[in-house]
Structure formats: structure tokens, C-alpha cells
């Protein structure tokens, strides 16, 4: 009866996993950088699109693996927007099911609900697993290399050479996924001789994945970026790296939805947006370092059960050195470091985090304190990720890039006689949602006019038309919204400006 109340329990939060990646699953447009799976899965053969990413000089080179995956997943269930992000939906609810045999294997059943109760209700996950992009393909590859090296920590003396094969096919796999995946499984290597320090153990283990791994390895490594970090054309800002460390670390925790939207975020007034939500950061603050602490006091408390403090040891050393060798990449590339990029950080804190309560009791007291007030502050991170889910399904403020609308507009009010014209955006997303007329000029402004004689190349383009719409994504981001509307006003005159989630569509007359 105790075990079937467990797997009850089990089945209830799958369930819960379930419902929260694939509720309202279809709800938002696609955004920009779906737009680039759905560009880099193309092709009509993997070799095609395999040929495409290689020959993009971006950040989507070094993870090619999920748009290959993409391609045969569209060839069997279709185009519609539910179907491109069911994958992702449904390798999230995989991690969840991973890290519950993880922590099962490694803990005990307390603990491995906990850990899969945590990341079911995740919002960094339930975001990304609703996300037709391949943050989590990796997460759930990184879940297996982790239950897998799990067969490490057990003191069984049986044959562990199978869980070592398959170790290191699923990190060769993930050295496919991502480079960011490499980062991650150096930082386990190190990790594991750091707190087993079993040298012979480590080759057995660690051979294979760098055998398996070599090839991309030495793709990564003979890239151009491996010369030049910054030539590869990523997202770049001017942020202080505190306050990109600063974000990570919430993202990861409570994810983009609970707090302050982004959006509000970007103009003059974001210290006070900021305090305004001061409530939410207080109770964000106050749990996590309630957290902190008792995962201090039990790291540093000495136990009878040895084999559980080796095993925080593994995740805490897992989680400082990838932090710490993102950091260094983040540095030396000079990328906006966003909680995505430290993807693989939720499964070993979310692992870690029912440590600060469920081992550190005193058999000799009735009730630890210190494990009742952490227990109360998880419970209050799991309350604050399944507001952040409500708020990422309910609240416009959170919506994504809402292409689709735009089109609708397009559609609506561009008569046979008037043009539209892309100035920043993704033209693949115009044609996903039925608009094949739009004249994609994001390039040919960027590197031909250079933000100059706007009007004059906009007027050829669209051989002189009386009234032209211009559509710009992410306005923020393009380097000539500043100018565009002086440049435009030498032949035109605009009419009417339109916006929804990170769109904007500007008509524009001719002057007579």
C-alpha cells in the first residue's frame, strides 16, 4: 500500500506535467526564433537541411540536432502550431519522468517526488516545453546523461559497463545538441573526479563520451568561432554580466512570467516597473535564501548516510563549475547570457533543492525547525512557478512575438494596390500565416543602405506605391529605429502606427 501511495502520487504529477505543456499549446503565435526552426527544418531531405545550418553563420550552427529532429517530426504530424511544439511539450513531460527515476535512484521516493513536483511545475520549463526551439530536446538529453551517470553513485557492485556505453552515447548525442551540452559535460567530468576522486572509475566512465563525442568536438573546435568567439552572429546587449548572472538564476528558478514582463523592461521607466513588483521579488528572495541556507547546513553537517552528502557534493560542484564555465563562455562570446543558455542548470538544482530538507533531520528531535521553514519555502517556489504559468497563459503583458495578428492585419487592410515591406523580423513566419506578399528588405537595409535613403530604396522596392505598410519585429533590437521614420518622411507620410506583442506595422502615404 506505501508503494502504490507513491506511484500515485507520481502519476498525479505526470498528469499535472501533461496539462501544463499542453494547455492552450497553439494559444501564441510563433515568434521570431521559431521562425528559424521552422526556416532551419525546411528542406526536403536531412542532408539539405543539415547543408543549411552548417552554412548559417549564428548561434543555430552549434546546435543542429533538434532542427534534424524537427524535420522528421513535422514529416509525420504536420505543420499546424500544436504539432511543431508538441515535440518539445512532450520531451519536457520525458524530463519530468527522468528526474523522478533520477532522484529515486540516487535518494529515495521522497525525494524523487519532490524533484519531479518541482520541475513538473517548473515555469522555465513549461515556457521552453511550449517552445518550438531546442532548449528542451537538451534538457531532456542532459536528464538522461544524468540517470545514467546515476549507476555511478550506486555502491552496486554489478556490471555497470551497459550504463557507461549508453553514458556516453546520450553525451555524444548532446555534444550534437548543443555546444552549450559540452560545457555541461566537462563540468560533470570535473564535477565527478572532484568529489569521487576515483581515477580509475572516471576513465571508465568519461572514455566513451570522448570517444563518441570527438567528431563534433572537433567541429566545434575547428569552427570559426573557435578563432573568433564573436564572429558568429548571436544576440548581444549591453548589459552588465551582474546583471545577466542576476537573471539566469532567476529565470531558472521561477522563470521570465513572475515578476516584471520584459517589455516593460525596455524603456525609461523600468526602475519603477521594477519596484512595483516589489512584493513578488521579496517573497522570491526570502525563499530562495531560506533554500540557501539549509542547503548549507546540510552540505556541511556530517551524516551517517554518506552515499546522500557525496551525491549533493556531485550537484552542488555540477552546478558552480557549468555556472562558472557559461560565465567564461558568455565573456568570451560576448552573447546575451539568458536563462536558455544555461538550460542544463534545472535539473541538477531541481535535484538538489529537496536536500535542504528531507536529509539534514536530528534523530534525536521530534521536529526540525530549520526542514519544517524550508519545506515551507519550496512549497512557496513551487506557488510562485504555478503563478508564473497563470501569468504566462492569462496575462497579454507575457504574450510572445504575435506575428500572427500582424498577418491578420496585413491581410485585412493592404489592398491590391498597396506593398508591405519587412524591415527586422522573420519572413518565414509572414508565410507561415498566409502572407506570401510581404517584399523582405531586413537584409538589404542592413548591410546595403545602412539605415540611409530609406524612403528612396522603399519606394523602388515596392515600384512606387501610394501607400506601403512597414512591419519591424523587436523593434528594440534594430539598429535604425531611431532614424527610419526621418528617413521615410523625405517621400512619405505615416498614417496610421499599429502594435501588438513585439510587432509593429507602420502605413505610410506618399507625399503628393
Not at 320 to 331: C, E, K
Not at 376 to 398: G, H, K, R
Request: glycine share 4%.
Amino acid at each position: 500500500m506505501r508503494q502504490a501511495k507513491y506511484y500515485v502520487v507520481f502519476i498525479i504529477i505526470i498528469i499535472i506535467s501533461i496539462f501544463l505543456r499542453f494547455c492552450l499549446l497553439q494559444n501564441q503565435s510563433l515568434w521570431y526564433d521559431e521562425g528559424w526552426s521552422l526556416a532551419l527544418s525546411d528542406g526536403r531531405s536531412v542532408q539539405e537541411n543539415l547543408f543549411n545550418i552548417i552554412n548559417r553563420e549564428a548561434g543555430d550552427k552549434y546546435q543542429p540536432l533538434y532542427y534534424l529532429v524537427l524535420f522528421y517530426w513535422r514529416s509525420a504530424f504536420g505543420d499546424s502550431e500544436f504539432a511543431i511544439r508538441a515535440l518539445s511539450a512532450l520531451l519536457g513531460v520525458g524530463s519530468v519522468i527522468t528526474i523522478f527515476f533520477t532522484s529515486l535512484r540516487i535518494y529515495g521516493k521522497n525525494h524523487a517526488l519532490w524533484s519531479s513536483m518541482i520541475l513538473a511545475v517548473s515555469s522555465f520549463s513549461v515556457f521552453y516545453s511550449q517552445d518550438a526551439r531546442p532548449y528542451t530536446l537538451l534538457i531532456f538529453i542532459v536528464s538522461i546523461q544524468i540517470y545514467l551517470f546515476s549507476y555511478s553513485i550506486n555502491k552496486n557492485k554489478s556490471n555497470k559497463i551497459v550504463p557507461q556505453v549508453l553514458f556516453g552515447i546520450f553525451t555524444a548525442i548532446g555534444s550534437f545538441g548543443s555546444i552549450l551540452t559540452v560545457i555541461f559535460s566537462l563540468s560533470l567530468s570535473l564535477s565527478h573526479i572532484i568529489v569521487y576522486r576515483k581515477f580509475k572509475e572516471w576513465l571508465q566512465w568519461w572514455i566513451p563520451p570522448i570517444v563518441f563525442s570527438s567528431p563534433m568536438i572537433w567541429f566545434y573546435l575547428s569552427s570559426s568561432a573557435a578563432s573568433d568567439p564573436t564572429a558568429t552572429t548571436v544576440t548581444r546587449s549591453g548589459l552588465p554580466i551582474v546583471q545577466n548572472i542576476m537573471f539566469v538564476i532567476y529565470g531558472i528558478l521561477v522563470g521570465t512570467s513572475y515578476g516584471t514582463p520584459l517589455e516593460q523592461l525596455r524603456n525609461d521607466e523600468k526602475i519603477n516597473v521594477l519596484l512595483s513588483y516589489w512584493p513578488h521579488f521579496l517573497i522570491f528572495i526570502i525563499a530562495i535564501t531560506v533554500i540557501f541556507i539549509a542547503l548549507i547546513k546540510s552540505l556541511l553537517r556530517q551524516r551517517q548516510r554518506k552515499r546522500y552528502q557525496q551525491a549533493d557534493y556531485l550537484f552542488i560542484f555540477l552546478i558552480i563549475t557549468s555556472f562558472f564555465l557559461t560565465f567564461l563562455f558568455a565573456v568570451a562570446t560576448k552573447i546575451n547570457w539568458l536563462p536558455r543558455h544555461s538550460f542544463y542548470l534545472c535539473i541538477p538544482v531541481f535535484i538538489l533543492i529537496p536536500s535542504a530538507f528531507l536529509h539534514n533531520y536530528q534523530r534525536y528531535k521530534k521536529v526540525d525547525i530549520t526542514s519544517q521553514v524550508t519545506k515551507l519555502a519550496t512549497v512557496a517556489l513551487v506557488i510562485m512557478n504555478v503563478y508564473a504559468n497563470f501569468q504566462y497563459y492569462s496575462n497579454p503583458a507575457y504574450a510572445k512575438d504575435d506575428y500572427r495578428s500582424a498577418v491578420r492585419y496585413l491581410l485585412e487592410h493592404r489592398d491590391k494596390s498597396a506593398k508591405s515591406v519587412l524591415f527586422f523580423g522573420q519572413p518565414r513566419l509572414l508565410q507561415y500565416y498566409g502572407d506570401s506578399s510581404t517584399i523582405d528588405a531586413s537584409e538589404y537595409i542592413l548591410k546595403t543602405v545602412k539605415g540611409k535613403n530609406i524612403a528612396e530604396k522603399v519606394s523602388t522596392m515596392t515600384k512606387n506605391a501610394d501607400t506601403v505598410f512597414v512591419i519591424i519585429n523587436r523593434e528594440f533590437y534594430w539598429k535604425f529605429k531611431d532614424v527610419f521614420k526621418t528617413e521615410m518622411s523625405d517621400l512619405y507620410k505615416l498614417e496610421e502606427e499599429v502594435d501588438w506583442p513585439y510587432m509593429k506595422i507602420y502605413r505610410f502615404t506618399r507625399k503628393k
